[in-house]
Protein backbone atom coordinates (compact mmCIF):
# COMPACT_ATOMS: atom_id res chain seq x y z
CA UNK A 1 0.00 0.00 0.00
CA UNK A 2 1.47 3.58 -0.78
CA UNK A 3 3.00 5.01 2.04
CA UNK A 4 0.66 8.18 3.28
CA UNK A 5 -1.85 9.60 5.90
CA UNK A 6 -4.22 6.48 5.33
CA UNK A 7 -1.49 3.85 4.39
CA UNK A 8 0.90 1.85 6.18
CA UNK A 9 3.33 0.13 3.98
CA UNK A 10 5.11 2.00 0.78
CA UNK A 11 4.80 -1.09 -1.73
CA UNK A 12 2.76 -2.27 -4.44
CA UNK A 13 0.12 -4.65 -3.86
CA UNK A 14 1.27 -8.10 -5.62
CA UNK A 15 -1.02 -10.00 -7.09
CA UNK A 16 -2.64 -12.71 -5.80
CA UNK A 17 -0.81 -15.21 -7.86
CA UNK A 18 2.28 -13.52 -6.61
CA UNK A 19 1.75 -13.90 -3.21
CA UNK A 20 0.44 -17.82 -3.55
CA UNK A 21 3.83 -18.78 -5.46
CA UNK A 22 5.83 -17.42 -2.16
CA UNK A 23 3.15 -18.34 0.47
CA UNK A 24 2.38 -22.16 -1.17
CA UNK A 25 5.69 -23.76 -0.65
CA UNK A 26 6.02 -22.97 2.82
CA UNK A 27 2.42 -24.85 3.92
CA UNK A 28 3.28 -27.54 1.22
CA UNK A 29 6.37 -28.32 3.18
CA UNK A 30 3.77 -28.55 6.56
CA UNK A 31 1.30 -30.53 4.17
CA UNK A 32 3.99 -33.13 3.18
CA UNK A 33 4.68 -33.41 7.17
CA UNK A 34 1.43 -34.46 8.08
CA UNK A 35 0.69 -36.44 5.14
CA UNK A 36 4.55 -38.24 5.66
CA UNK A 37 3.22 -38.88 9.32
CA UNK A 38 -0.21 -39.92 8.77
CA UNK A 39 0.69 -42.67 6.76
CA UNK A 40 3.53 -43.93 8.27
CA UNK A 41 6.20 -42.47 6.23
CA UNK A 42 8.01 -41.09 9.12
CA UNK A 43 7.55 -43.07 12.32
CA UNK A 44 6.21 -41.39 14.90
CA UNK A 45 9.56 -41.97 17.35
CA UNK A 46 11.53 -39.93 15.01
CA UNK A 47 9.42 -37.12 15.69
CA UNK A 48 11.35 -35.72 18.56
CA UNK A 49 14.93 -36.33 16.75
CA UNK A 50 13.49 -33.84 14.14
CA UNK A 51 12.08 -31.09 16.88
CA UNK A 52 15.53 -31.57 18.30
CA UNK A 53 17.67 -30.89 15.32
CA UNK A 54 15.34 -27.81 14.45
CA UNK A 55 15.41 -26.42 18.25
CA UNK A 56 19.35 -27.48 19.55
CA UNK A 57 20.29 -26.79 15.80
CA UNK A 58 19.18 -25.30 12.46
CA UNK A 59 16.69 -22.20 14.13
CA UNK A 60 19.42 -21.25 16.48
CA UNK A 61 21.75 -20.90 13.78
CA UNK A 62 19.44 -18.96 11.32
CA UNK A 63 18.18 -16.73 14.50
CA UNK A 64 21.90 -15.60 14.86
CA UNK A 65 22.65 -15.22 11.44
CA UNK A 66 19.94 -12.82 10.60
CA UNK A 67 20.24 -10.85 14.04
CA UNK A 68 24.05 -10.67 13.15
CA UNK A 69 23.50 -9.13 9.84
CA UNK A 70 20.71 -6.42 10.84
CA UNK A 71 21.51 -3.42 11.70
CA UNK A 72 21.63 -3.16 15.70
CA UNK A 73 18.52 -0.01 15.23
CA UNK A 74 16.33 -2.55 13.63
CA UNK A 75 16.41 -5.16 16.44
CA UNK A 76 16.65 -2.61 19.51
CA UNK A 77 13.36 -0.59 18.56
CA UNK A 78 11.09 1.04 21.31
CA UNK A 79 8.62 1.53 18.76
CA UNK A 80 7.91 -1.66 17.41
CA UNK A 81 8.86 -2.95 20.91
CA UNK A 82 5.89 -0.79 22.71
CA UNK A 83 3.18 -1.98 19.40
CA UNK A 84 3.70 -5.58 19.78
CA UNK A 85 3.54 -5.90 23.49
CA UNK A 86 0.49 -3.73 23.70
CA UNK A 87 -1.35 -6.27 21.29
CA UNK A 88 0.00 -9.55 23.21
CA UNK A 89 -1.08 -8.17 26.87
CA UNK A 90 -4.52 -6.89 25.49
CA UNK A 91 -5.12 -10.31 22.99
CA UNK A 92 -4.03 -12.10 26.45
CA UNK A 93 -6.48 -10.16 28.05
CA UNK A 94 -9.38 -10.13 26.26
CA UNK A 95 -8.99 -14.07 25.57
CA UNK A 96 -8.66 -14.85 29.21
CA UNK A 97 -11.85 -12.80 29.92
CA UNK A 98 -14.10 -14.39 27.27
CA UNK A 99 -12.92 -17.76 28.80
CA UNK A 100 -13.39 -17.19 32.43
CA UNK A 101 -17.18 -16.08 31.34
CA UNK A 102 -17.73 -18.90 30.24
CA UNK A 103 -16.75 -21.04 32.93
CA UNK A 104 -12.89 -21.96 31.38
CA UNK A 105 -10.67 -22.70 34.71
CA UNK A 106 -7.66 -20.51 35.17
CA UNK A 107 -5.48 -23.30 33.70
CA UNK A 108 -7.43 -23.65 30.36
CA UNK A 109 -8.38 -20.29 30.11
CA UNK A 110 -4.14 -19.32 30.07
CA UNK A 111 -3.40 -21.13 27.77
CA UNK A 112 -6.48 -20.88 25.52
CA UNK A 113 -5.12 -17.15 25.63
CA UNK A 114 -1.28 -18.26 25.00
CA UNK A 115 -2.38 -20.23 22.02
CA UNK A 116 -4.38 -17.31 20.22
CA UNK A 117 -1.61 -14.61 20.96
CA UNK A 118 1.75 -16.45 20.20
CA UNK A 119 2.10 -17.25 16.51
CA UNK A 120 4.51 -19.50 14.80
CA UNK A 121 7.00 -16.89 14.52
CA UNK A 122 10.39 -19.51 14.96
CA UNK A 123 9.60 -22.23 13.13
CA UNK A 124 7.89 -20.17 10.32
CA UNK A 125 7.50 -16.42 10.87
CA UNK A 126 11.25 -15.69 10.10
CA UNK A 127 12.10 -17.44 6.61
CA UNK A 128 8.55 -16.88 5.05
CA UNK A 129 8.80 -13.21 6.46
CA UNK A 130 11.76 -12.49 5.35
CA UNK A 131 10.64 -13.77 1.87
CA UNK A 132 7.98 -11.57 1.41
CA UNK A 133 9.31 -8.56 2.72
CA UNK A 134 12.79 -8.69 2.53
CA UNK A 135 16.13 -9.00 5.09
CA UNK A 136 14.93 -5.36 6.65
CA UNK A 137 11.84 -7.74 8.04
CA UNK A 138 13.97 -9.88 10.19
CA UNK A 139 14.75 -6.86 13.33
CA UNK A 140 10.64 -6.87 13.92
CA UNK A 141 10.13 -10.05 14.08
CA UNK A 142 13.33 -10.98 16.01
CA UNK A 143 11.74 -8.60 18.66
CA UNK A 144 8.25 -10.24 18.64
CA UNK A 145 9.54 -13.62 19.14
CA UNK A 146 11.39 -12.73 21.75
CA UNK A 147 8.29 -10.50 23.44
CA UNK A 148 6.22 -13.79 23.06
CA UNK A 149 8.62 -16.50 24.29
CA UNK A 150 9.64 -14.79 27.36
CA UNK A 151 6.81 -12.12 28.29
CA UNK A 152 3.75 -13.61 26.89
CA UNK A 153 5.00 -16.93 27.97
CA UNK A 154 5.82 -15.71 31.56
CA UNK A 155 2.43 -13.87 31.75
CA UNK A 156 0.37 -16.68 30.60
CA UNK A 157 1.95 -19.12 32.97
CA UNK A 158 1.54 -17.54 35.46
CA UNK A 159 -1.98 -17.11 35.40
CA UNK A 160 -2.73 -20.76 34.68
CA UNK A 161 -1.66 -21.13 38.83
CA UNK A 162 -4.70 -18.94 39.70
CA UNK A 163 -6.86 -21.63 40.19
CA UNK A 164 -6.47 -21.73 43.75
CA UNK A 165 -2.60 -22.18 44.01
CA UNK A 166 -2.19 -18.51 45.81
CA UNK A 167 1.14 -16.73 45.28
CA UNK A 168 3.47 -19.79 45.74
CA UNK A 169 2.03 -21.87 43.28
CA UNK A 170 2.24 -18.74 40.41
CA UNK A 171 6.06 -18.74 42.08
CA UNK A 172 6.71 -21.92 41.19
CA UNK A 173 5.20 -22.06 37.87
CA UNK A 174 6.68 -18.94 37.01
CA UNK A 175 10.34 -20.59 38.28
CA UNK A 176 9.60 -23.81 36.05
CA UNK A 177 8.55 -21.35 32.71
CA UNK A 178 12.00 -19.61 33.17
CA UNK A 179 14.13 -22.22 34.00
CA UNK A 180 12.19 -23.97 30.43
CA UNK A 181 13.39 -20.67 28.56
CA UNK A 182 16.82 -20.81 30.05
CA UNK A 183 17.24 -24.28 28.50
CA UNK A 184 15.84 -23.21 25.29
CA UNK A 185 18.78 -21.99 22.79
CA UNK A 186 16.75 -19.99 20.96
CA UNK A 187 16.90 -16.72 22.83
CA UNK A 188 20.08 -16.86 23.46
CA UNK A 189 20.64 -17.27 19.73
CA UNK A 190 18.36 -14.06 19.75
CA UNK A 191 20.87 -12.40 22.56
CA UNK A 192 24.46 -13.58 20.83
CA UNK A 193 23.34 -12.21 17.37
CA UNK A 194 21.87 -8.75 18.74
CA UNK A 195 25.25 -8.66 20.37
CA UNK A 196 27.25 -9.17 17.20
CA UNK A 197 25.48 -6.71 15.44
CA UNK A 198 26.40 -4.24 17.65
CA UNK A 199 30.02 -4.79 17.83
CA UNK A 200 30.00 -5.77 14.01
CA UNK A 201 31.62 -9.10 14.86
CA UNK A 202 31.93 -11.57 11.69
CA UNK A 203 32.39 -15.54 12.52
CA UNK A 204 35.74 -16.98 11.21
CA UNK A 205 35.07 -18.57 7.27
CA UNK A 206 35.07 -22.27 8.45
CA UNK A 207 32.36 -21.46 11.09
CA UNK A 208 30.34 -19.29 9.12
CA UNK A 209 30.05 -21.57 6.61
CA UNK A 210 29.05 -24.12 8.85
CA UNK A 211 26.41 -21.58 10.59
CA UNK A 212 25.15 -20.93 6.95
CA UNK A 213 24.25 -25.12 6.46
CA UNK A 214 22.24 -25.16 9.17
CA UNK A 215 20.45 -21.98 8.75
CA UNK A 216 19.78 -22.92 5.06
CA UNK A 217 18.22 -26.08 6.33
CA UNK A 218 16.12 -24.80 9.41
CA UNK A 219 13.40 -23.62 7.25
CA UNK A 220 12.60 -26.73 5.19
CA UNK A 221 12.84 -28.88 8.23
CA UNK A 222 11.08 -26.84 10.52
CA UNK A 223 8.26 -26.65 8.66
CA UNK A 224 8.19 -30.34 7.66
CA UNK A 225 8.27 -30.99 11.57
CA UNK A 226 5.27 -28.82 12.56
CA UNK A 227 3.11 -31.08 9.85
CA UNK A 228 4.39 -34.18 11.72
CA UNK A 229 4.06 -32.51 15.23
CA UNK A 230 0.26 -31.67 13.72
CA UNK A 231 -0.72 -35.35 12.62
CA UNK A 232 0.64 -37.03 15.94
CA UNK A 233 -1.44 -34.91 18.00
CA UNK A 234 -4.71 -35.37 15.66
CA UNK A 235 -3.60 -39.52 16.22
CA UNK A 236 -2.96 -38.66 19.67
CA UNK A 237 -6.08 -36.77 20.62
CA UNK A 238 -8.99 -39.11 20.63
CA UNK A 239 -11.24 -37.30 23.13
CA UNK A 240 -13.73 -35.26 21.97
CA UNK A 241 -13.66 -31.46 21.74
CA UNK A 242 -16.42 -29.13 20.80
CA UNK A 243 -15.92 -27.07 18.33
CA UNK A 244 -17.03 -24.14 20.12
CA UNK A 245 -13.77 -24.87 22.25
CA UNK A 246 -11.62 -24.08 19.83
CA UNK A 247 -12.40 -22.86 16.27
CA UNK A 248 -13.25 -19.04 18.28
CA UNK A 249 -9.46 -19.26 19.46
CA UNK A 250 -8.24 -20.25 15.65
CA UNK A 251 -10.08 -17.26 14.54
CA UNK A 252 -9.02 -14.44 16.75
CA UNK A 253 -5.56 -15.98 16.35
CA UNK A 254 -5.83 -15.43 12.22
CA UNK A 255 -7.99 -12.22 12.66
CA UNK A 256 -8.11 -10.29 15.52
CA UNK A 257 -4.37 -10.33 16.34
CA UNK A 258 -3.37 -8.82 12.98
CA UNK A 259 -6.09 -6.24 13.29
CA UNK A 260 -5.09 -5.01 16.78
CA UNK A 261 -1.60 -4.46 15.50
CA UNK A 262 -2.32 -2.93 12.84
CA UNK A 263 -4.89 -0.74 14.69
CA UNK A 264 -2.21 -0.27 17.31
CA UNK A 265 0.15 0.64 14.61
CA UNK A 266 -2.00 3.38 13.15
CA UNK A 267 -3.16 5.18 16.93
CA UNK A 268 0.93 5.29 17.43
CA UNK A 269 1.60 6.52 13.94
CA UNK A 270 -1.40 9.53 14.25
CA UNK A 271 0.37 10.23 17.87
CA UNK A 272 3.50 11.11 16.19
CA UNK A 273 5.40 7.73 16.89
CA UNK A 274 7.65 7.35 13.78
CA UNK A 275 7.05 4.08 13.14
CA UNK A 276 8.47 2.35 10.06
CA UNK A 277 6.05 1.44 7.28
CA UNK A 278 7.84 -1.69 7.00
CA UNK A 279 7.86 -2.64 10.30
CA UNK A 280 4.58 -2.15 10.79
CA UNK A 281 3.76 -4.35 7.89
CA UNK A 282 6.40 -7.25 9.43
CA UNK A 283 4.50 -7.30 12.68
CA UNK A 284 0.78 -7.53 11.23
CA UNK A 285 1.83 -10.42 9.50
CA UNK A 286 3.33 -12.12 12.39
CA UNK A 287 0.77 -11.35 14.38
CA UNK A 288 -1.40 -13.21 10.80
CA UNK A 289 0.79 -16.59 11.28
CA UNK A 290 -0.86 -19.86 12.68
CA UNK A 291 -0.59 -20.66 16.63
CA UNK A 292 2.71 -21.64 17.80
CA UNK A 293 3.24 -25.96 17.84
CA UNK A 294 5.20 -25.39 21.44
CA UNK A 295 1.78 -24.22 23.22
CA UNK A 296 0.92 -27.76 23.19
CA UNK A 297 3.89 -28.61 24.56
CA UNK A 298 3.53 -26.07 27.57
CA UNK A 299 -0.04 -26.77 28.26
CA UNK A 300 0.89 -30.52 28.24
CA UNK A 301 3.89 -29.75 30.67
CA UNK A 302 1.66 -27.79 33.25
CA UNK A 303 -1.73 -30.10 32.89
CA UNK A 304 -4.02 -27.88 30.23
CA UNK A 305 -6.64 -29.23 28.10
CA UNK A 306 -3.91 -30.17 25.38
CA UNK A 307 -6.23 -31.36 22.93
CA UNK A 308 -8.36 -28.15 22.99
CA UNK A 309 -4.69 -26.20 22.22
CA UNK A 310 -3.75 -28.90 19.51
CA UNK A 311 -7.09 -28.33 18.14
CA UNK A 312 -6.19 -24.71 17.62
CA UNK A 313 -2.98 -25.19 16.47
CA UNK A 314 -4.06 -27.40 13.35
CA UNK A 315 -7.18 -25.21 12.47
CA UNK A 316 -5.52 -21.65 12.42
CA UNK A 317 -2.59 -23.33 10.51
CA UNK A 318 -4.88 -25.23 7.73
CA UNK A 319 -7.13 -21.28 7.28
CA UNK A 320 -3.68 -19.96 7.65
CA UNK A 321 -3.24 -20.46 3.90
CA UNK A 322 -6.43 -18.11 2.62
CA UNK A 323 -6.16 -15.45 5.62
CA UNK A 324 -2.54 -15.52 5.88
CA UNK A 325 -2.21 -14.76 1.83
CA UNK A 326 -5.15 -12.33 2.25
CA UNK A 327 -2.88 -10.27 4.76
CA UNK A 328 -0.14 -10.17 2.47
CA UNK A 329 -2.41 -8.97 -0.18
CA UNK A 330 -3.75 -6.13 2.30
CA UNK A 331 0.10 -4.62 3.74
CA UNK A 332 1.85 -5.27 0.43
CA UNK A 333 5.23 -7.44 0.22
CA UNK A 334 8.26 -5.79 -1.55
CA UNK A 335 10.41 -8.96 -1.23
CA UNK A 336 7.74 -10.50 -4.07
CA UNK A 337 7.18 -7.23 -6.00
CA UNK A 338 11.33 -6.62 -6.37
CA UNK A 339 11.29 -10.16 -7.84
Known amino acids: MADGAGNFCACENPPVLAILATTFPFFALILCGYLATRRGMLPLAAIPGLNGFVLFFALPCMLYRFGARTPIHQLLDARVTGVYLACALLMVGVTVLASR?????WNDAAFGALVAAF?????MGVPLLTALLGAAAAGPVIQAMA?????TTSLCVALSRLDGAGAHGVAVALRRALRGMAGNPMPWSIVLGVLASAAGFVLPRPLDQTVGLLSDAASPVALFTIGAVLARSGMDRAEHTPWRGYVPLALAKLLLH???VLAAGAIARLLGMPLDPLALSALVLVAALPSASNVSMLAERFGAHNGRIARVILVSTVLAFVSFSAAVALVGAPGIASK
Open 147 to 151: IDMVL
Open 258 to 260: PLL
Open 119 to 123: PNTGF
Open 101 to 105: RSGTS
